[in-house]
């Protein structure tokens, strides 16, 4: 059984986790970051690295992809070590330290653990006429524009999401068709009338009932539309329903979740003690769910988890461009 012993582990390697894992290497901390996903970036790197992001400071936009590249290179300045593709399982407290057990017999003895898990484990919900289709031309995310270029799509959903593939794939797709069961969107409005205004096809109050191909690949799609047969070509389905999420084994580790949020302090500190959270996944009155809160807070938590491990250390150590 492998080992690793650090200071701080971090759970969790989206935005809010590589900023964390920074700015613990800023601390002086040795740092794993653990997350089941096999790449960093979490659900950025997972369902929309090609999108466009307005929100976080200092950048007018900036790509999802880029934002994580950008992220992880602050990071390793600080070499944390990376396992990923790995799930947390147990947690358990030796000599006042804490021995969390990955899947695969691995496990990682740390002083401290930071939980920015995010939204937890998701799984998209399945397009049942996709049955047998996922990744021979249905997907349920875009990790690259580029391989739709010059392709009939047709993307199902009528939340941000699927209107957000539309708005990026409508310049390089031959054909762009978005269809929802409903004549009302989830979408945001605004978003809606961007799709509407580009001339992209809607069509509501439809199911898929088939896909249909052979070897070469996907080739149309069957719609009911007001109980008449449509068929639309069709080389690639972006399957935009959503997901189900929950923490995972996280939810057993004694912690105070509602709603798979994990209710924290001011210091970001859980209802147990060297345990923390940051970003999506931790909870307190007036919380916004921003990647720069996210931000904000993995400095809180981790400047706060520098004080506990060591009584001795200043809360603040100052600004990092005084560093040298």
Known sequence: MTTTEVDLLIIGAGPTGLFAAYYAGFRDLRTAVVDSLPEAGGQITAMYPEKQIFDVAGFPSVRGRDLVTALVEQADQWKPTYLLGRRAL??????????VELDGGAVVDAG??????????????????????????????????????????????????????????????????LVHRRAKFRAMPATVRQVEALGVRIITDAQVTDLRGDDDGLHEVELS????????????????????????????????????????????????????????????????????????????????IAVALDPDAHLFPGHSSNAE
């Not at 392709?151 to 957000?164: K, L």
Request: proline content about 5%; cysteine-free.
């Open 112 to 177: 401290a653990v930071l939980i920015t898990a995010g939204i937890g484990e998701f799984t998209p919900r399945p397009l049942p006429a996709g049955n047998g289709w996922l990744g021979r031309g249905m997907v349920h995310f875009v990790p690259s524009l580029e391989v739709h270029r010059d392709q009939d799509v047709v993307i199902v959903g009528g939340g941000d999401s699927a209107f957000d593939w539309a708005l990026a794939l409508h310049p390089i797709a031959t054909s762009v068709t």
């Open 90 to 99: 147990t947690l358990s407290e030796v000599d006042d330290r804490f021995h």
């Open 225 to 304: 539309v007001g109980g008449e047969s449509v068929v639309l070509p069709a080389q690639a389905v972006v399957a935009a329903l959503g997901f189900t999420a929950d923490l995972g084994p996280i939810d057993s580790w004694g912690l105070e979740v509602d709603h798979r949020s994990i209710t924290v302090d001011t210091t970001m500190r859980t209802a147990r003690d060297k345990i923390y959270a940051a970003g999506d996944v931790a909870a307190y009155p007036g919380k916004v769910k921003l990647i720069a809160t996210g931000f904000g807070e993995a400095a809180t938590a981790v400047n706060n």
